[in-house]
């Protein structure tokens, strides 16, 4: 079965400094991969896509960006957080199937 | 640009009341409309998922239709539990490249 791993599950981070987070899908190959952020109060927010190695198309003009090195191995990063960079990342997976989220991490930059 | 929305947006009922949550979009031309359910600080569950094609989809107590035509879909929870409390999200799938348009969502408690 396929699985989705993501972590870490929570993150406090001061304003100025770089980010990483990484998610990684088990058992399929191929995905579409995709990040997504929930501001408190408000619906999710697609932020970066990808359907394979090395191809990724952001949806929102932002502080962040996204990397795919492995087939199921997706990474965003920022090299310096803001403020409103706080929230609830997901990311996700699908492969003409329903949309699989992993567990969220929490990031709250201080 | 598809837009969806989820009225109410928080919803109360005693334990063993049927729940029904709404989720309208304004695109009719979707591929699927996907119903979640997210727990407090969890990520999303998939619960359901509509072909365009379907009119409805049954999963235990769930049951969810669509009408593609009035831009509706319904989200039928049968005799409701404590733990069925949860914040519920429609999502419609317009695009190629399996992009999802998120509702709010509804957030829903039962109470015992």
Known sequence: SQTIHQWPATLVQPVGSPLSLECTVEGTSNPNLYWYRQAAGRGLQLLFYSVGIGQISSEVPQNLSASRPQDRQFILSSKKLLLSDSGFYLCAWRRNSPLHFGNGTRLTVT | ?112
């Open chain 2, 1 to 112: 640009k598809q837009e969806v929305t989820q009225i109410p947006a928080a919803l109360s009922v005693p334990e063993g009341e049927n729940l029904v949550l709404n989720c309208s979009f304004t695109d009719s031309a979707i591929y699927n409309l996907q119903w979640f359910r997210q727990d407090p600080g969890k990520g999303l569950t998939s619960l359901l998922l509509i072909q365009s094609s379907q009119r409805e989809q049954t999963s235990g107590r769930l049951n969810a239709s669509l009408d593609k035509s009035s831009g509706r879909s319904t989200l039928y929870i049968a005799a409701s539990q404590p733990g069925d409390s949860a914040t519920y999200l429609c999502a419609a799938d317009t695009d190629s490249w399996g992009k999802l348009q998120f509702g709010a969502g509804t957030q829903v408690v039962v109470t015992p």
